[in-house]
C-alpha cells in the first residue's frame, strides 16, 4: 500500500521555466513533508521541508505547497536550470510516532537547453 | 557538516553468501536508518534504529538483519544473499531532537547478486 504517490515517473521542462513536481498522500497522520533532491551515484540531498501547520514555504527558487484537505503536496522550482535534472523524492512523516520518513517512488526531472 | 559514509560503493556477491554493509555517521545522531532503492519502487525502508542496541523493523525486513554496537555505526546484514536483493542500499541518520525529522543520506552502496 503506497501511503505517499508520485504519479508521474518524469518530468520534461525547458531552462527556465517553471518546474512543478507533485506528490499525494493517503495518510491523514501525516503532518511533517520534505522533498529530497537525487543524482546518480549520490544519496538523497534534503531539499526543503514543510510542516502541517503551514502551506508554504519558500526556499529560493524553491517553493513547496501544502494542501491538507486534499492530501496534496507539490515542488515548483523557478526559474528551472539544467543543475536541477535529477530525481525528486518527496517524503513524509508523522511526527508523533516515530521519526521515520515515507518516502514516494520519484519524478526524474529533465532541464533542457 | 554531516558526514554519512558506507563501507563500499560497489558489490558484488554470490548468491548464498553472507553479506555485510556498514554504514558511518558523524554527527552523533539517535536515529539510523536502511533503505534500498529501487527503480519505480522508491526508497523503502528496512530497518531502523532509535538508540543503541536498539532496532526496528522497516517496511521490508524480510531476508535481512542489523546490528548497533555503537551510536555512529549501524550494519546491515543480508544473511544469505539471493538474486532479488540485487539493488542500491542507502544509510541515513537523523537527530532526534527538535521536531526536525530531516535524514543525511550516505553514497549508497550498488548490491549486485549473481
Known amino acids: 500500500d503506497q501511503q505517499v504517490k508520485q504519479n508521474s515517473p518524469s518530468l520534461s521542462v525547458q531552462e527556465g521555466r517553471i518546474s512543478i513536481l507533485n506528490c499525494d498522500y493517503t495518510n491523514s497522520m501525516f503532518d511533517y513533508f520534505l522533498w529530497y533532491k537525487k543524482y546518480p551515484a549520490e544519496g538523497p540531498t534534503f531539499l526543503i521541508s514543510i510542516s502541517s501547520i503551514k502551506d508554504k514555504n519558500e526556499d529560493g527558487r524553491f517553493t513547496v505547497f501544502l494542501n491538507k484537505s486534499a492530501k496534496h503536496l507539490s515542488l515548483h522550482i523557478v526559474p528551472s536550470q539544467p543543475g536541477d535534472s535529477a530525481v525528486y523524492f518527496c517524503?513524509?512523516?508523522?511526527?508523533?510516532?516515530?521519526?521515520?520518513?515515507?518516502f514516494g517512488t520519484g519524478t526524474r526531472l529533465q532541464v533542457t537547453l | 557538516d554531516v558526514k554519512v559514509t558506507q563501507s563500499s560503493r560497489y558489490l558484488v556477491k554470490r548468491t548464498g553468501e553472507k553479506v555485510f554493509l556498514e554504514c558511518v555517521q558523524d554527527?552523533?545522531?539517535?536515529?539510523m536508518f536502511w533503505y534500498r532503492q529501487d527503480p519505480g519502487l522508491g526508497l523503502r525502508l528496512i530497518y531502523f534504529?532509535?538508540?543503541?542496541?536498539?532496532?526496528e523493523k522497516g517496511d521490508i525486513p524480510e531476508g535481512y538483519s542489523v546490528s548497533r554496537e555503537k551510536k555512529e555505526r549501524f550494519s546491515l546484514i543480508l544473511e544469505s544473499a539471493s538474486t532479488n536483493q540485487t539493488s542500491m542500499y542507502l544509510c541515513a541518520s537523523s537527530n532526534k531532537a527538535g521536531g526536525v525529522y530531516e535524514q543525511y543520506f550516505g553514497p549508497g552502496t550498488r548490491l549486485t547478486v549473481t
Open positions: 554527527m552523533d545522531h539517535e536515529n
Open positions: 534504529s532509535y538508540d543503541v542496541k536498539m532496532k
Open positions: 517524503a513524509a512523516s508523522d511526527t508523533g510516532t516515530a521519526s521515520k520518513l515515507t
